[in-house]
């Protein structure tokens, strides 16, 4: 009877661990923004972001989330928040 109470409650704790992951992984899917602000053939255009190509050059203003790996050409005051992605408490 033990080994059965036991087996269940190690099921269901796997259970909500596995739930809690998949919804974690979801809310970084939306993480992502849809478009960007891209310069192509020497003007700026919003094109979808898994539009983007290595060699891009992209702007992103104050507040936007960041569409892609990138290199960082030029900017001012800058400060990445990294909380999401450590667990770290927002200061």
């Known amino acids: 009877m033990v080994l059965i109470v036991l087996v269940f409650i190690t099921a269901t704790l796997s259970f909500a661990q596995r739930s809690k992951a998949a919804s974690l992984m979801a809310d970084?899917?939306?993480f992502i923004p849809a478009e960007a602000l891209c310069l192509r053939n020497s003007a700026w255009a919003k094109i979808e972001a898994r539009l983007l190509?290595?060699?891009?050059?992209?702007?992103?203003k104050g507040g936007d989330n960041i569409p892609a790996d990138m290199v960082i050409i030029s900017c001012n005051e800058m400060k990445v928040n990294n909380a999401s992605l450590t667990g770290e408490s927002e200061d």
Do not use: S
């Open 28 to 30: 970084f899917k939306n």
């Open 53 to 60: 190509v290595p060699g891009d050059i992209i702007k992103v």
